[in-house]
């Protein structure tokens, strides 16, 4: 039986790099994008490597629409035809209405959803005719209870959950399109612990939530014939008990 393969956009990181360890126990062939993280996509790719699939690596600035064009079609020259394609990548930075710049705006504006566009479209193109494809996009819990922080980054990521829907519309009945919003996962590079600890407290379950919880759900959505258009929190219930307090810490 062939081998399915699987491009994930931030690969080399986080929950692209669990996404990606994941599936290829699984036997999937695995294309890695990556940006800055050329050392940690190369560590990587030995690892997955270690699962006898194959790996391709594929560095591409999302921030630059030329090389975003250019990313299925390499994924699809190393591996072969793409079956589903994860957007994950995205720019995460505090701003609001008061210290926005027009270079934050497009950064936001151009990872997190220009990028994700530029690839549905190309992904498109090349997916069977004859069998089911799967676009995921990884968004934010924040899209269900919006704030006034971060406005660039939750600007960006409302217009995926939109382009999520919109797509799955499109592109029906052979391509399905959902999306993820996941909670706490990680402490990111801005937090302290106390701020990780007390967002994980804000949530109904009062616990982060597992990179096996979202690697699941990627496969629940791939897996399951009738789901298109949806997005799925995965978030411990954050997006109903955000307290927003600690959004500006």
């Known amino acids: 039986m062939k081998n399915k393969n699987l491009l994930i956009t931030g690969a080399a990181t986080r929950v692209g ?6 599936f290829a126990e699984r036997g999937w062939n695995i294309a890695l994008h990556y940006f800055k993280s050329s050392s940690k996509a190369k560590e990587l790719k030995k690892i997955i490597e270690q699962n006898w699939v194959k790996v391709a690596l594929i560095k591409a600035d999302l921030k630059n629409p030329k090389q975003v064009e250019k990313i299925v079609n390499l994924a699809k020259k190393k591996l072969g035809t793409i079956d589903c394609l994860i957007n994950n990548a995205a720019l ?9 710049t027009t270079k934050s705006w497009n950064d936001h504006l151009n990872i997190n959803l220009l990028a994700p566009a530029i690839l549905t479209k190309k992904f498109a193109k090349q997916a069977p005719k004859k069998t089911v494809s799967n676009i995921i996009n990884i968004i934010d819990q924040r899209i269900f209870n919006l704030t006034p922080f971060f406005m660039s980054y939750t600007i960006s990521k409302s217009g995926l959950q939109t382009l999520t829907e919109t797509m799955a519309m499109r592109l029906e009945p052979n391509i399905k399109v959902n999306a993820i919003a996941p909670g706490p996962i990680i402490k990111s590079k801005r937090q302290t612990d106390k701020h990780f600890n007390n967002q994980v407290k804000s949530t109904l379950l009062k616990k982060s939530v597992r990179l096996e919880d979202i690697c699941d759900t990627v496969e629940f959505l791939i897996n399951n014939n009738s789901v298109t258009g949806q997005i799925i929190a995965v978030d411990s219930g954050q997006n109903l008990s955000w307290n927003k307090k600690n959004e500006k810490e």
């Open 92 to 100: 995460f930075e505090k701003d609001d209405i008061a210290n926005f």
């Open 17 to 22: 790099k669990a996404i990606a360890l994941h």
